[in-house]
């Protein structure tokens, strides 16, 4: 019995230490943010556009580096 009660003692412990503490994906210290979940804006196309196109820039430049 005792030995049950310290393995659930450290499985305890062990995940306390393990959850990471800049696991929140809406809060940034670097750039003074904090938001809700929900409360975030939906990027406009114009930015998905600018998004997509840097990724496509990107992927036909790797496949022309690759082609040579």
Known sequence: MKALASV?????????VATPASANWFSSQK?????NIGSV????P???R???AKL???KQAAA???SR
């Open 8 to 16: 659930m003692g450290l499985l305890l412990l062990s995940v306390t």
């Open 31 to 35: 750039h003074n943010t904090m938001f």
């Open 41 to 44: 804006r939906n990027p406009t």
């Open 46 to 48: 114009q930015e998905l």
């Open 50 to 52: 600018f998004h997509y």
């Open 56 to 58: 496509e820039a990107e």
């Open 64 to 66: 022309a580096k690759a």
